[in-house]
């Protein structure tokens, strides 16, 4: 009888060199540059909202009257007036810097919020019995049935323009998204052998739902809310522009963009700067969730690893 294990043992070096998850993850971001330049130019962003008001504040909140909408590029001016001045003087770069801060709050702290409720109505609502499944849907519905848009502006009529405010109002109306997607697939993810096996085994409902459904179905909103996270984003600076959002002396691009929207025929760069930002951010979201929705799909993955070969 010949002896395999030898063969074994032979195989086992190759699983142990294996790399880490995070390290596959980090080296297919490399190789897609797009994917990579939207990964670095959020870095950025991020890394402004975290430090920027702390360094560039009193900066930002200046008044310099002589410096009134200063024309950009004036590289002989200091750094922060680079971008230009705004109808008081105040430099542009260290406002746009600055109002990172609350645009990325508003629309993560939505995100984040309806995310998670919405995640536990659709597990709740896939894994539950049809009578509470369909009580939960028909609040999504229902959720549904206004206009995102404008049930925010109509509820941020009624109660104060205030941060707080705008969050709970953004996560409400995205809600549904992820009710839906998470309890879709929860209904196909419950068929499974696994799920099968460990109801079988005597596992506990919540251990089912939380260790075994949830990671499979955590990937796809992930994905949804990077997607996602650019809507918000977007619908805040609408509501900032409509004059309902977040009001001065607080700042976001949204409300950069409508300050500017008087001077747009002498100072262009009032409102050209702070929607750059915002177009350049929205375009990262979207290609980095594109990336994401290969990279975190075992099924879509060798897409990637293809590409990795050819090169």
């Known amino acids: 009888m010949t002896d395999v294990t030898p063969n074994i043992a032979s195989d086992q070096p190759a699983i142990a060199d294996a790399p880490p998850a995070y390290i596959q993850i ?4 490399w190789r897609d540059k797009l994917a990579l330049c939207a990964a670095i130019f959020l870095t950025i962003v991020v890394l402004c909202a975290l430090f920027g008001p702390l360094l ?6 200046k008044q310099n009257l002589r410096g009134r909408n200063a024309p950009p590029f004036d590289f002989s001016a200091h750094w922060t007036m680079w971008l230009g001045g705004d109808a008081l003087g105040r430099p542009l770069l260290a406002r746009i810097i600055v109002a990172a801060q609350n645009t990325m709050m508003v629309a993560a702290g939505a995100v984040v919020c309806a995310m998670i409720i919405g995640t536990g109505l659709g597990l709740i609502a896939g894994y539950s019995n049809k009578a ?3 009580a939960i849907m028909r609040l999504a519905d229902v959720i549904m049935s206004f206009p995102s848009l404008l049930l925010a502006v109509i509820v941020l009529y009624m109660l104060e323009p205030a941060v707080g405010n705008l969050i709970i109002v953004l996560a409400i109306t995205r809600i549904p998204i992820y009710l839906r997607t998470c309890r879709a697939e929860v209904l196909e993810i419950r068929e499974r052998m696994f799920v099968q096996a460990a109801q079988v085994m005597g596992a506990s409902t919540n251990r089912i739902v939380f260790r075994h459904i949830l990671p499979v179905v955590f990937p796809t909103l992930v994905t949804i809310a ?7 984003m977007l619908a805040e600076s609408s509501l900032s522009f409509l004059g309902i959002g977040i009001q001065p002396p607080e700042i976001t691009w949204g409300l950069m963009v409508a300050q500017g929207r008087s001077y747009l025929t002498t100072a262009w760069w009032l409102s050209f700067w702070p929607g750059l930002a915002i177009v350049l951010t929205t375009l990262s979201l979207n290609l980095l969730s594109n990336w994401m929705r290969t990279a975190l799909d075992p099924v879509q993955r060798w897409r990637l690893e293809i590409a990795r070969k050819k090169k």
């Not at 980090?26 to 971001?29: D, G, H, P, T």
């Not at 990077?226 to 918000?232: G, K, S």
Request: overall charge negative.
């Open 226 to 232: 990077t997607l996602d996270f650019a809507f918000v």
């Open 132 to 134: 509470g499944s369909q």
């Open 26 to 29: 980090a080296r297919m971001l």
């Open 56 to 61: 560039l504040e009193d900066l930002a909140t």
